[in-house]
């Protein structure tokens, strides 16, 4: 682990640990606790695979009143849980503590209702998020949210992360897509947060709980709202001899008042990786190559193709192939979605990044970005889900190799530290986890985290369930709870009073 | 009294030090179109917001805005209309329905109201739009959460946190909303003389189909001449609203026809006509009397809602329409008893929702529960989350309560 500190375990949890397990075992009898190394090996990562630790049990919990015991129990004992749902966080976000209870959520893997009239799917955590298309899609309907990882990634998790994907400039993230859940708080309390109505009551605790990366609670239950699929998708492949241009051309498409279905971007590395590995006919000679989609009626889709077609052009595209069959578009897209393992091919290993920046600066990003690379003598790929300004650097590197690792790690944390500084964030999609964790204060000063904190505090007091993420330092709930106001201080007494 | 009148963000943070220090409350105030919702105050001091002001980042092609939280929603609507640009979730207005003038109201308070329209049913509230906050806490304390772009997941999502808390967290000091291009062309089709359970059917079979139907209500008999200057009659009419670009709009109606055109006689009504319906079913015009009489705003499962209205009907005379496929009821009272305990159990018996008391006189809204009341664990997390806001209580205190 490259010099991340976390949570110093806790000594007396270690040496309680045989007890433990053995309380997990009467809370959760069965195949549902998991203790010996070679078994718990398994669970030791989550996506981000550079980090690696074996939790101090491994709990798989069949019933919310088994998670709300389990809960209770560490609460009253002062043990650190770590909630987990299929493991596909590429921010570490579920990687395991020494001293804490892996909970993993995978057995809550059903289906609980179908609701065509107002919907709605309810389901519970470790169903996954293809799975929930799977159910509905022999009526014609689908769920939106589509992170890479849908036919593995947990619903629970995508409300942990609020995943995002391909779709959701159009579509909307996660966030957008939840309307309820019920969850389990670290001292035992089951909650329900909305429903299948459409706007919660009282604090959007909903909006708060959605991305908050399993500090605030454990989520038995989501209901998402589906939709209709489309009738018809078509795709543009459009090939720039710049990058400027094929940002030029998304913002254009942009204000020409067009939202497409999804609309992702690729640099000439990641252009031709893919290309050598899947041979998708993708233009060799662009330096950005742009894919739209366009869904909606047949009328609609031609209509808006037209439109785009015409974009392009006047912004200099060498080259625009417009899908005329389902499986042209989706040979599109294949390149775009074997774009990580094609770089998986060209170098030993990568190391995906996630910041989102304003599209406008993109090139500057990417000339940033450009010497950067030379600076660390590291090659990037770059991809872009060029709509909402969300990119993913890839950086080659080879782990083999003595410090390369380190080497990519600040290659991409100035990658990052360069996505803030034009007025971008540190994550579109991915999460903080422990990956971004020290460079949050890039974004946030000490107070805006401390605020954060103390919305931590409202849910866990005792920072028991998932700590050592998301922020850089926790700090005790009461010293967060002190105020220092200067007293009888009216401040501009030359303002207007009545 | 007091009134603070800050025109910057670092006033407003010193007027609330001040109001820490002094653990004095006060009332946050925009252009007051909201003050009638909620439990009175009874504050000795007002924050009035309503000269912080001015629109500081706005770049159509980003899809971004950024404004003061005291600015006018009326100038940014104008604004985004002069670069084919809105707010997609289409903000209502409370104006007319608690008897103030129309077109007031900041975008502060749009926020802390979690504003929507008819068209939440597809591109959500304000909640959903939001990409970025600063605002002073009840500590004192200047704080800023998310960002400007649209994708961001990077720590916790304390705007949205904003939407709804109805000035009892934080003062806001600026926002930043996501907004999109206007629909080129918008047409509803009207579908005449259904009673509730089968308009409720027929909205559930429209939104059930691939003709991406933004916005869809039900205005029972009588109700649907209190909408655009009652020139489309009387008659019970389910709307249905299709935009986006003409050539998409002109086939989406068709098939809308020929998927519902047993439900009963078919009206087209496009453009303006279109909107000016649309504008008085958002800012629930039906019951904008100028009188006093109880509404309430009722959120449930769009197909279990006119349930319950049945079911009220029996013991209360109330009128009532529905907007959301069914799933936002308006319900005005007859006569000047709110009937709170029996609509919210009426709510739980059908399936669950909340009803917020939107119009009562003074004394109601003092003796009632304006808010739905939470389930004590949610009850619990709610008052801790206000404490860590606001532990001296200084913000609005009280009216959500």
Redesign the interface.
């Known amino acids: 682990m490259s010099g991340l500190a976390m949570p110093k375990p806790d000594a007396d949890t270690m040496r309680r640990r045989a007890e433990i397990v053995a309380d997990m075992r009467i809370i959760v009898p069965g195949e549902g606790v998991v203790d010996a190394a070679n078994e718990m090996r398994a669970f030791e990562s989550d996506g981000l695979t550079a980090y690696r630790q074996l939790p101090l049990v491994v709990v798989l919990p069949e019933t919310v009143a088994q998670v709300a015991r389990v809960l209770k129990y560490c609460n009253d004992r002062n043990i650190r849980v770590v909630p987990r749902g299929s493991g596909t966080s590429l921010s570490g976000g579920a990687l395991p503590l020494e001293d804490a209870v892996l909970l993993v959520m995978s057995r809550f893997n059903r289906i609980l209702a179908t609701?065509?009239?107002?919907?709605?799917v309810v389901a519970q955590p470790g169903v996954t998020n293809l799975g929930i298309t799977t159910a509905v899609e022999q009526e014609?309907?689908y769920y939106a949210p589509d992170p890479s990882s849908q036919i593995a990634c947990s619903i629970g998790g995508n409300v942990a992360?609020?995943s995002?994907g391909v779709h959701?400039?159009k579509y909307?993230?996660t966030?957008?897509n939840v309307l309820g859940i019920e969850m389990v708080?670290m001292n035992g309390?089951?909650?329900?947060?909305g429903?299948?109505?459409?706007?919660?009551?009282?604090?959007?605790?909903l909006?708060?709980m959605?991305?908050?990366e399993g500090l605030l609670g454990v989520v038995t239950e989501v209901t998402v709202r589906i939709l209709?699929?489309?009738?018809t998708a078509r795709a543009l492949l459009i090939g720039f001899p710049t990058s400027e241009q094929g940002g030029q051309c998304v913002?254009?498409i942009?204000?020409?008042?067009?939202?497409p279905g999804g609309m992702e971007m690729m640099d000439r590395p990641a252009i031709h990786a893919a290309e050598d590995f899947v041979h998708a006919g993708y233009p060799l000679d662009v330096e950005a190559l742009l894919i739209v989609e366009l869904d909606?009626?047949g009328?609609?889709v031609d209509?808006?193709i037209g439109l785009v077609e015409a974009i392009a052009y006047r912004n200099g595209s060498t080259t625009c192939r417009i899908s005329q069959s389902e499986q042209e578009r989706l040979s599109f897209w294949a390149g775009r979605k074997a774009a990580f393992p094609a770089v998986g091919r060209i170098s030993p290993d990568y190391y995906c990044m996630d910041g989102?920046?304003?599209?406008?600066e993109l090139p500057r990003v990417l000339a940033g970005m450009r010497e950067l690379s030379e600076k660390y003598g590291l090659g990037v790929a770059n991809v872009f889900?060029a709509g909402?300004?969300?990119l993913h650097p890839l950086i080659l590197y080879d782990a083999n190799v003595p410090g390369e690792l380190d080497k990519a790690e600040n290659f991409g944390a100035d990658i990052l530290r360069l996505c803030v500084e034009v007025?971008?964030?540190?994550?579109?999609?991915?999460?903080?986890g422990v990956e971004?964790r020290d460079l949050?204060p890039e974004?946030?000063n000490q107070?805006?985290?401390?605020?954060?904190m103390?919305?931590?505090?409202?849910?866990d007091p005792n920072h028991l369930l998932n700590p050592g993420k998301?922020f850089p330092q926790l700090r005790r709930c009461a010293e967060l709870?002190r105020?220092h106001?200067?007293?009888?201080?009216?401040?501009?007494p030359d303002?207007?009073?009545? | 009294?007091?009134?603070?009148?800050?025109?910057s963000s670092a006033?407003t943070l010193?007027?609330v030090?001040?109001a820490?220090?002094?653990e004095t409350p006060l009332e946050l105030l925009g252009h007051g179109s909201k003050r009638g919702i909620g439990r009175p105050l009874q504050t000795e001091h007002t924050l009035d917001l309503s000269k912080l002001t001015g629109v500081t980042l706005y770049?159509?092609?980003?899809?971004?805005l950024s404004a003061k939280a005291g600015t006018p929603l009326a100038e940014i609507e104008t604004l985004l209309t002069e670069n084919?640009q809105q707010f997609a979730f289409e903000p209502m207005d409370y104006g007319p329905l608690l008897g103030g003038e129309p077109g007031k109201g900041t975008i502060g308070g749009v926020l802390a109201a979690?504003l929507?329209g008819p068209r939440?049913?597809k591109a959500?509230?304000a909640?959903?739009h939001v990409l970025g906050v600063a605002a002073v806490?009840g500590?004192?304390?200047?704080?800023?959460?998310g960002?400007?772009?649209?994708?961001?997941?990077?720590?916790?999502?304390?705007s949205?946190?904003m939407?709804?808390?109805w000035g009892t967290?934080a003062v806001l000091t600026d926002v930043t909303f996501k907004v999109?291009?206007?629909a080129?062309t918008e047409v509803t089709l009207a579908i005449r003389g259904l009673l509730d359970d089968a308009a409720v059917?027929a909205m559930?079979l429209a939104?059930?189909?691939?003709a991406?139907v933004s916005s869809a209500a039900h205005l029972p008999e009588r109700i649907a001449a209190r909408v655009a200057g009652g020139k489309h009659g009387s008659d019970a009419a389910t709307l249905l609203r299709v935009e986006?670009?003409g050539?998409?709009v002109?086939?989406?109606i068709d098939?809308l026809k020929q998927l519902l055109g047993k439900a009963g006689p078919l009206e087209e009504i496009a453009g303006e006509a279109s909107k000016a319906i649309w504008r008085d079913i958002r800012d629930c015009r039906p019951f904008a009397d100028g009188g006093a009489l109880p509404v309430w705003r009722v959120?449930?499962?769009?197909?279990a809602a006119h349930h319950m209205v049945m079911a009220l009907r029996m013991q209360a005379a109330v009128d009532a329409f529905y907007d959301?496929q069914g799933?936002?009821v308006w319900l005005s009272m007859r006569e000047d008893d709110p009937e709170a305990e029996l609509l919210r159990g009426l709510i739980r018996k059908h399936?669950?929702?909340?009803a917020?008391l939107v119009r009562a006189s003074a004394p109601h809204r003092a003796a009632l529960p304006v808010?739905?009341p939470?389930?004590p664990?949610?009850a619990?997390?709610?008052a801790?989350?206000?404490?860590?806001?606001d532990?001296?209580q200084i913000l609005n205190p009280g009216r959500?309560a």
């Open positions: 609701d065509y009239p107002n919907r709605t014609g309907f992360e609020n995002g959701c400039l909307g993230l966030a957008n708080l309390e089951v909650v329900r947060l429903g299948s109505h459409l706007d919660q009551e009282g604090y959007d605790l909006g708060v959605t991305g908050s209709k699929k489309p009738e913002a254009d942009i204000g020409a008042g067009i939202i909606g009626p009328v609609e209509h808006l989102t920046i304003p599209r406008k889900h909402d300004g969300n007025g971008g964030v540190l994550t579109g999609e991915h999460g903080v971004k949050m974004m946030f107070i805006d985290l401390d605020q954060q103390r919305v931590k505090c409202a849910f998301v709870g105020m106001v200067h007293r009888g201080q009216v401040a501009f303002i207007p009073r009545f | 009294m007091t009134t603070f009148t800050p025109s006033e010193s007027t030090q001040w820490a220090a002094e770049e159509p092609a980003e899809l971004v084919g979690n929507s939440r049913l959500g509230a909640r959903d806490s500590r004192g304390e200047a704080f800023k959460s960002g400007r772009v649209v994708k961001n997941v990077t720590g916790y999502d304390l949205k946190l939407a709804n808390s967290l999109l291009p206007a080129e059917a559930a939104l059930g189909s691939s991406e986006g670009f050539p998409s002109v086939y989406r098939a959120s449930m499962a769009p197909s959301w799933g936002l399936g669950g929702g909340h917020t808010f739905e939470q389930p664990h949610l619990g997390l709610s801790r989350l206000k404490a860590e806001f532990p001296k959500m």
